[in-house]
C-alpha cells in the first residue's frame, strides 16, 4: 500500500477521500487554486499544494500541475475524485510515464469506456443490451436532422466527451434537433475540449438505473448492486437511492453480469459504474461507463457496509479485493439528496455568494438509522461561479425504503443554509409526493410532476395550523421576555387564513384554545435567537426553520415557505384595509436569470421578435442557457455585448409593443 496520496479534486469528494486515507494512515495532500485557499479540503489534509488561478482550467485541469504537485511532495499516488481530470487518459498516463500510482483503471480502459461512441461498439460486442442509434459521426445540424428522422422521435442528442448533464439535449422535432445539435456542440468543446456529437434513441418513459462496479488486478471484478437514478433535471441527477425500488432480483442479476463481462472485456480495475436505461417492461440498454468513482456512490457503501474508496486504494495498490461476489449483499435502503446552490423558485438557476448560515442535521450511525452528509463546505464559505453549484450530498439509511425517505425528510427539515439560494425546499416537496414514496420514477418526474416549475408546497390544513400555533408560541415567548404582562389572545395570519388563539403557558408547554373550544397542546423549547424550532404539536413532532420577520415569523418546512403574522386581535381586524403594494412591471425587459457571461446576442435593436424566438445565450457554471421571447415585441434596446458578464437580474435587452 501506498504511504502518500494527493487529491486532484476539491470540495466534497476531496474531503471524502481525505477521510478513509487518513483512516487507513496515509498521508494526505490536498492541492487548491485562488478561489480554494481557504475551502474545507485543503485544512483536512495533511499538506497542501497550491496549483493556480481560479478557473478550473488554470488549476484542477492542468495536467502538469498535479504532476509537479506529486513530484513537489513525494506523493506516491493520486486519486482523481470525479470530474475534473478524473476521466482524461493523457492525466493517467501522465501519472503513470512519472511512477505514480493512479487510484482508477488503466489507461487503455479509460480511452475506450470515455468515448460514448467506441464504448457502445464495445458494449454491444460484449454482449450488453444497447439503444437504437447513430454511433458514427456527425458533420453538421441538417446531417443531425437526418439521422434523427431515420431513428425516429424522441431522439437524445450527446457529446461523445460528455458528463455531468452536458452537451445532452432531446429532440421532438427538427427544429430540436438542430437546436439541440448546435448547443450540445457548442457546450461540448467549451467543457470538455472534444465537440463529437452522436444521436441515440429517446427511450420513452426511462428509468436510470446503475450498476456499481469494482475490479481488481488480479481480474477479479464484482457488482456492488444498483442505484436508481432517475430523479434528474436537465440530465443532473438530484436524487438517488439504493436499491432500485423497481427491480426484481433476476433484472439485477442480469444487469451486473452484463457490466462486468464489459468491465473484463476492457480489462477494467478500480471503481467504475455502468449506467443503464431500463423501461417500464424492465428491458433496459447501455448508456455509458463512468471510468471512476460516481458523485452518488455513499448509497452503495450504506446497503453494502463497503468503504468504495478503501478498496479503489486497494486495487491500485495490486492487492487482492478482500471479498467475492457471494459476499456482496443488500441491507436496508439508504436515499442520497443533492444540495445545490440554486433557487428552485426562479427555475432552479444557479446561486453564488457567501454561506452565512450552514449547520446541516447531526451525524448518525445506529443500528436503525444513518444520516450521512458529505460536503467540503463551511459556514462562511464561498459559492463562486468557478466550479459545479453542489454543497452538500445529504445520505439517510433506514431498514426500509419508507423509513428512510420519513429520515431524509426529517434530516432536510433540519438542514438550515443560508446566504445562497438552495434546492432544500424542493427536495423536501419530492420526498413529500405519493408517487415518489410508491416509487413510480422515470428520468421526466421533475418535468412530469413540476410542469410550471417550482413555486413552494402548500401544507394540508392540519399542518398549516401547527404551524400558526407553532408561531404564536414563538410570539408568545418572545412578548413575554419584553412585556411580562402582555395579554394573552393572539391573532396568527397565513396569507387569508387567520387563527386566533388564548394562550396559556407553562415552561415549555403552551395551551392554545381556538375561538370554538378547540384546544392545541404545544411542547416547544423554541427561545429568541433559535433558527430552528424543535416542537411537538398534539404530539407531532415537527422540525421548522423559524426566522423572525417584522410582525411574526417566516417558517420553512417541508418545502413550504410562509410568512405566519402574530398579531393582537384588534390589529389582524385592520389588517384586510391595508392598501397591497404591486411588484415593478418588468415585462419589458429581458434580465439576465443568474450570474453568467453572454455568450450570444441573437436579436438587434429594431428586430421584431416573435414568442418563443431566441433572444441571448447565457453560460453559467459551463452549461449554456437559452433565453426566449415569451411574447411578440420590438427590441427598442440591447444593453449588452458578447462577453459581458451579468449578476442576477441585470438588463440584457429592452423591448416595446408592436
Given amino acids: 500500500m501506498f504511504s502518500s496520496l494527493v487529491i486532484a479534486n476539491r470540495g466534497e469528494i476531496a474531503c471524502r477521500v481525505i477521510r478513509t486515507a487518513k483512516r487507513m494512515g496515509i ?16 485544512k483536512l489534509a495533511d499538506e497542501a499544494v497550491h496549483i493556480g488561478g481560479s478557473a478550473a482550467r488554470d488549476s484542477y485541469l492542468s495536467i502538469d500541475k498535479i504532476v509537479a ?21 493523457a492525466f493517467a498516463a501522465a501519472l503513470e510515464a512519472e511512477n505514480i500510482i493512479f487510484v482508477g483503471p488503466p489507461v487503455k480502459a479509460i480511452e475506450a469506456m470515455g468515448d460514448k461512441i467506441t464504448s457502445k461498439k464495445l458494449a454491444a460486442a460484449a454482449g450488453v443490451s444497447t439503444v437504437p442509434g447513430h454511433m458514427g459521426l456527425i458533420a453538421d445540424a441538417e446531417e443531425a436532422v437526418t439521422i434523427s428522422r431515420s431513428i425516429g422521435y424522441p431522439v437524445m442528442i450527446k457529446a461523445s466527451a460528455g458528463g455531468g448533464g452536458k452537451g445532452m439535449r432531446i429532440a421532438h422535432t427538427d427544429a430540436e434537433a438542430r437546436e439541440g445539435f448546435e448547443r450540445s456542440k457548442s457546450e461540448a468543446a467549451s467543457s470538455f475540449g472534444d465537440d463529437r456529437i452522436f444521436i441515440e434513441k429517446f427511450v420513452t418513459e426511462p428509468r436510470h438505473i446503475e450498476i456499481q462496479l469494482i475490479g481488481d488486478q488480479h481480474g477479479n471484478v464484482l457488482w456492488l448492486n444498483e442505484r436508481e437514478c432517475s430523479i434528474q433535471r436537465r440530465n443532473q441527477k438530484v436524487i438517488e437511492e439504493a436499491p432500485s425500488p423497481f427491480l426484481d432480483a433476476a433484472t439485477r442479476k442480469a444487469m451486473g453480469e452484463q457490466s462486468v463481462a464489459l468491465a473484463k472485456a476492457v480489462g477494467y480495475t478500480s471503481a467504475g459504474t455502468v449506467e443503464f436505461i431500463v423501461d417500464k417492461d424492465r428491458n433496459f440498454y ?16 450504506l446497503i453494502t457496509g463497503l468503504d468504495l474508496v478503501e478498496l479503489m486504494f486497494l486495487a491500485a495498490s495490486g492487492e487482492k479485493l478482500p471479498l467475492t461476489q457471494a459476499d456482496v449483499g443488500i441491507t436496508g435502503w439508504a436515499i442520497e439528496s443533492r444540495i445545490y446552490a440554486e433557487d428552485p423558485f426562479r427555475n432552479f438557476l444557479p446561486s453564488t455568494g457567501r454561506l452565512t448560515r450552514y449547520s446541516p442535521p447531526a451525524e448518525e450511525a445506529g443500528a436503525e ?18 466550479y459545479d453549484p453542489m454543497i452538500a450530498k445529504l445520505c439517510t439509511w433506514a431498514p426500509t425504503r419508507g423509513e428512510a425517505i420519513d429520515a431524509m425528510e426529517v434530516a432536510l427539515d433540519e438542514f438550515e443554509l443560508e446566504g445562497v439560494g438552495n434546492n432544500i425546499p424542493f427536495l423536501s416537496a419530492v420526498m413529500g409526493q405519493q408517487r415518489f414514496r410508491s416509487g413510480r420514477l422515470t428520468t421526466g418526474y421533475i418535468g412530469e410532476e413540476f410542469p410550471n416549475g ?22 408568545f415567548a418572545l412578548d413575554k421576555r419584553l412585556y411580562p404582562t402582555t395579554p394573552e389572545p393572539r391573532a396568527v395570519l397565513i396569507g387569508a387564513q387567520r387563527w386566533d388563539f388564548s394562550v396559556r403557558a407553562d415552561g415549555i408547554e403552551y395551551w392554545l384554545t381556538a375561538p370554538d373550544g378547540k384546544k392545541l397542546l404545544v411542547e416547544s423549547g423554541w427561545k429568541p435567537g433559535n433558527s430552528l424550532c424543535i416542537a411537538r404539536v398534539d404530539g407531532r413532532l415537527h422540525h421548522v426553520k423559524l426566522d423572525r420577520v417584522t410582525g411574526g415569523f417566516r417558517l420553512r418546512w417541508r418545502g413550504a415557505d410562509l410568512v405566519a403574522k402574530v398579531l393582537l386581535p384588534h390589529v389582524a381586524d385592520l389588517m384586510p384595509l391595508m392598501p397591497i403594494k404591486l411588484p415593478p412591471d418588468l415585462s419589458k425587459f429581458l434580465l439576465c436569470p443568474m450570474p453568467g457571461q453572454i455568450v450570444r446576442i441573437d436579436v438587434a435593436e429594431g428586430d421584431i421578435v416573435e414568442d418563443g424566438q431566441t433572444l441571448a445565450i447565457v453560460e453559467a457554471m459551463k452549461m449554456e442557457n437559452v433565453l426566449k421571447a415569451e411574447k411578440r415585441a420590438r427590441i427598442s434596446k440591447v444593453r449588452v455585448k458578447p462577453g459581458s458578464v451579468l449578476a442576477v437580474d441585470e438588463v440584457i435587452l429592452e423591448f416595446e409593443a408592436v
Avoid at 371 to 381: I, K, Q
Avoid at 456 to 470: C, I, K, M, Y
Wanted: proline content about 4%; charged content about 20%; overall charge negative.
Fill in 286 to 301: 447501455f448508456l455509458e461507463m463512468n471510468t471512476r468513482l460516481q458523485v452518488e456512490h455513499p448509497v452503495t457503501e
Fill in 454 to 475: 417550482f413555486s413552494g408546497v402548500t401544507p394540508d390544513a392540519e399542518s398549516l395550523t401547527h404551524l400558526a400555533a407553532l408561531a404564536c408560541c414563538s410570539a
Fill in 27 to 42: 498521508r494526505t495532500i490536498a492541492v487548491y487554486s485562488d478561489a480554494d485557499r481557504d475551502a474545507v479540503h485543503v
Fill in 369 to 386: 438509522l444513518v444520516v450521512r452528509n458529505d460536503t467540503g463546505v463551511a459556514e462562511g464559505g464561498e459559492i463562486s461561479t468557478f
Fill in 69 to 89: 504537485a506529486c513530484k513537489a511532495t513525494g506523493a506516491e499516488a493520486v486519486h482523481p475524485g470525479y470530474g475534473f481530470l478524473s476521466e482524461n487518459p
